[in-house]
């Protein structure tokens, strides 16, 4: 298949309860509070392997979302985000249980040491044969950096200054430090790797010092494939440079067409092939084999919603204590930048209509901030084609909304449908991630991306 | 079987091609570069849980030994402990396949964040369902320090100091913060967790600041196995404070026997019973149906050893560059530490015989530092009950000598022969690693260990 025509899934997941949306975790078969266990991660990833999906998509959540009400309790009573667990160390378990499914797991790089932290990565890349993949943070809650003792968070634009840094600290680890042909594995000759092609990268930069050899020998993909999902100006900046794969979110395809357009533009003048950065808008879907069958699912999962959940939620967010406010006036323009955040993002889908919290909370009850479709394999096909034409987008990011059916009926019902179409592939083509995000062949960071540069021929 | 009769042993592993022994990587059956593979440690963990073992013990090298002749050639022609990939990402695939097995796996405190670390051990107390162990490692070698931002290494007694604290911080998150009961998970009444049972630590000491509360729910054992390997006058007055489990070497019982009692005594004055911490020592085996098979194998794996390899090891180890030292003068006492405690070390073991560079690169061949048992499954088992009875330990840690001959052959020979004397168990009579370490039911830490104490009631 011609991977223009491919549309490419990930499944997103928090280690957590209750990850974008509040309440859900009531229903009767939901199984998301089964995120603390084992089997909880291999059925995922064997469910997502039949799919033929590209990855597994992991969020984290350093920081408590302690805003509503000056305290975490309305976020502890709903499970939202916390508790949440180390979302890297399941992965080796569901690697053993795959073959072919990538891993793309956040990691925030203002609380890692680059010289271990390059390390984790290739042990992952080792263990998974080459379906490891990083989404890169800059950033945290304030309430997670005052635990990580940075109550200075450092402020929004320096920080991709910093992670700039250390981009180039891994890169020289990943690419510069071990040659290709630098593990020999010479019985005989009782040479296991060939010291004149292992080299000291000899950073010293403002931020880190790394004057060392790598630690580890390199893995299949050497560079993890990078993703980002920052949409700032300074995030658009960052992904034109850095991302492979950007995850967007966006109510409507229009809007997300304008910061896809704004990463290319960034790529390019980044010197890199803007089709290269690939783009996935989060997505729920919500089906059953009639769209009569899939409304009545909506409904019946937008009734254990919580409205309070998704007001403490928001308020995290905007870093604004929306219990402070009238539920039921409108927001008004404020100078408060969260506000001004969730206002732009509403007014791009309607400029006309005015939202009140209430009214927002209650968007928020199935789809979060993004898109949902509701509809029978058909109608959700259809949907998601349009999608993709009108974003200029090659796939989405698929929200778990009700674990473990949300991802089990598009698996069963939506992925035949799109087969049938021509618009998925029917089985992989390559055996590394960067090989699914591309095409088979290529294993290693392209020759375009800043990261080649610290390669030794 | 009563615990006090039943030896208990460990595998002693570490990610890397080469970890005790130079050389012996080359030889034909030696699969140690698999170290990257994931099978290689799936398969490893059902070995050792078909034997019975309590867990497998994972150490860590952070560092690159780069003192002999002043680079780190050598040590990379020998795959001597670099490379080395992160030891907790395969822990979770090892989960996997096993029920009981228990994973201690080292991790370097100085090098992490204590909110970020606990999370790590909770989420794989998590996925283990109650089976992780911390071996606490204070310290790194100068070459990992100059990489991870730290070439003002901290001295040495200092950072037992600093240890302590980073201990109150994750004894304060892993049993402070969650009250058993915080997490209600009740769907009717859309209450996860109770607000009123999660506390903030409010943490604010000389080296760490972490005011708020857990990240994670609280996992089955709460704090993890707590190992330490320490044995300077410091390191045995933090392990009489915290270890559960102290890994100890020396080349003849009675020399452990010292080492016992001064950490006993340790943990008498800390408050805690001096039995309730357990001793495992380094213990090589070589065995086969016979003694003849047995010494020819062990002659075998001695003919591919690499004594260069050794020098190089010693050199990291004493920090002293051997090469520049005649390799066939007997060591003199020195001014330098490394070698005053490498010629302790020889001298404890025979007070008469002074030994050369070469000598002890040769002595290294097999078992490094430690003794080495070559023999029978009765012959075997004879020495290990006479250590056991003599050193007063509760088990060993056993080298991975000869991967994946060596474990194996210890399951199928030494074990059935132990199980016969009932001095090993015929299964876990627990869940937890805790529980092996005890007994059944101990899954918690004791009531008179430290951690202890920031319990809620």
């Known amino acids: 298949m011609t991977s223009d025509r491919r549309i490419r899934f990930n499944g ?22 089964r995120y603390k266990e084992l089997s909880f991660w291999t ?24 805003v509503y009400r000056g305290s975490p309790d309305q976020t502890l009573r709903e499970g939202l985000q916390t508790p949440t667990d180390d979302p890297l160390l399941a992965v080796s378990a569901m690697a053993a249980v795959t073959q072919h499914l990538g891993f793309g797991i956040t990691v925030a790089s203002l609380y890692e040491l680059p010289y271990l932290f390059a390390r984790k990565m290739t042990t992952l890349d080792h263990l ?28 929004h634009d320096e920080r991709y200054a910093v992670t700039d840094e250390f981009m180039e600290v891994v890169y020289k680890l990943w690419e510069g430090s071990w040659e290709d042909g630098a593990v020999v594995h010479d ?16 950073h010293k930069g403002r931020h880190y010092s790394v004057p060392g050899i790598f630690l580890c020998e390199p893995s299949r993909q050497r560079t993890p494939v990078l993703y980002q999902a920052g949409t ?19 109510q409507r395809p229009d809007i997300v067409r304008r910061l896809v357009d704004g990463v290319r533009s960034e790529a390019k003048a980044a010197g890199r092939d803007p089709r290269s950065v690939k783009f996935f808008a989060i997505m729920t ?29 928001l308020s995290g967010i905007t870093q604004v204590d929306i219990s402070q406010l009238d539920l039921d006036q409108p927001l008004e323009y404020s100078d408060t930048p969260g506000i001004q955040g969730i206002l732009a993002n509403f007014t791009k889908a309607d400029p006309t209509r005015r939202w009140t919290p209430r009214e927002i909370a209650d968007f928020m009850s199935v789809s979060s901030f993004g898109p949902v479709v509701v509809g029978s394999p058909t109608a959700v096909a259809d949907r998601l084609e349009q999608w993709v034409e009108e974003a200029d987008i ?12 949300s991802f089990g009926d598009f698996v069963d019902l939506v992925v035949p449908e ?23 062949g290529q294993e290693r960071i392209r020759d375009d991306h800043p990261a080649a540069q610290y390669r030794r021929r």
């Open 43 to 66: 059925d995922l990833a064997k469910t997502l392997e039949r799919g033929k999906f590209d990855s597994l998509f992991v969020a984290d959540a350093l920081g408590v979302l302690d």
């Open 187 to 202: 019985r005989a000759a009782g040479i296991y790797a060939d010291p004149a092609k292992v080299h000291a990268i000899g």
């Open 394 to 405: 090659e796939g989405f990011n698929l929200v778990d909304v009700m674990p473990p059916a």
């Open 418 to 440: 799109l087969q049938r179409r021509g618009r998925m592939w029917r089985d992989y083509e390559g055996n590394t991630l960067r090989e699914s995000l591309y095409s088979a």
């Open 128 to 155: 998974t044969d080459g379906r490891i993949g990083w989404n890169i943070v800059t950033s945290a809650l304030d309430s997670a950096a005052r635990n990580l003792g940075r109550d200075d968070q450092i402020p």
């Open 232 to 250: 700032s100006a300074a995030g658009r900046a960052f992904a034109g440079r850095h991302a492979e794969g950007v995850f967007i979110s966006g």
């Open 12 to 33: 997103f997941k928090c280690s957590t309860v209750a990850h974008t949306t509040a309440g859900l975790w009531r229903h009767p078969n939901s199984q998301s509070h």
């Open 285 to 313: 879907v919500v089906t059953a084999p009639s769209d009569a069958e899939a409304q009545a699912k909506f409904q019946e999962y937008k009734s254990y919603s919580s409205i309070e959940g998704n007001l403490a939620r």
